[in-house]
């Protein structure tokens, strides 16, 4: 069986694992809708290798979020010289921090809103500060031969698109068999990264929140 080590060698796989009964103008197809099953998985549950760091600069209520941007985790924010971490919460529980008058100058908790991040409070200034979050993985081309998904997991692009394959045939045996062998690869990646590895400790400081409400109950 061929090796598989790139976007090339995946299509020389299917096609020598399928004895040439996957037609080369059919490849890409496959190989396309086995990395959107495994989007859908490993965005529901991220993993380690999709984290990403990026800075960013808060000037008001809305920032535009990274366009590979899955999941945030949270916001290292410089605040008078201090580095301070911004809890993420969610649009409902931020919406309800909405009209509260609370003095501050500086954001303390963040969420998504569509394409956008948004803070609270509405800063006054720019502030300097590192976005943590989990990206999503790039499609395979002819120009991005490879992911990280791809150098560690090969099996999961060769079970994926396999099962594509057999099932456009259609070979309903081998179909069942591959998208079998596709379920397990998937679980395989999620399992051999631990459950909180990907955590950004928070630690905002008591400072910023002291005598606020507690907008974890609100």
Not at 21 to 27: G, P, S
Not at 42 to 71: C, F, K, N, W
Request: charged fraction near 20%.
């Amino acid at each position: 069986m061929a090796l598989v080590t790139s976007y090339s060698t995946l299509k020389d796989a299917i096609t020598e694992e399928t004895d040439g009964r996957a037609l080369t103008a059919n490849l890409d197809r496959y190989i396309q809708s086995a990395e959107g099953e495994i989007k859908a998985y490993l965005h529901r549950q991220p993993v380690h290798p999709m984290r990403a760091r990026t800075t960013i600069s808060i000037d008001g209520e809305y920032v535009a979020a990274p366009v590979a941007m899955v999941r945030p985790i949270a916001v290292e924010v410089t605040v008078s010289d201090k580095v301070l971490y911004l809890p993420f919460t969610t649009p409902e529980n931020l919406s309800k921090m909405q009209g509260k008058v609370t003095g501050a100058t500086s954001p303390y908790a963040f969420s998504r809103v569509g394409s956008d991040l948004r803070f609270f409070p509405v800063p006054t200034e720019t502030f300097s500060a590192v976005l943590h979050y989990f990206q999503t993985i790039p499609a395979l081309t002819d120009s991005n031969t490879t992911t990280w998904l791809l150098d560690e997991f090969p099996n999961v692009y060769h079970a994926g698109a396999l099962y594509y394959a057999y099932r456009d045939m259609p070979d309903v045996e081998k179909a069942s068999l591959m998208k079998s062998v596709f379920d397990d690869a998937l679980a395989q990646v999620l399992n051999s990264y631990p459950e909180h590895d990907d955590e950004v400790t928070l630690s905002v400081d008591p400072d910023m929140i002291m005598g606020r409400w507690n907008w974890q109950t609100l």
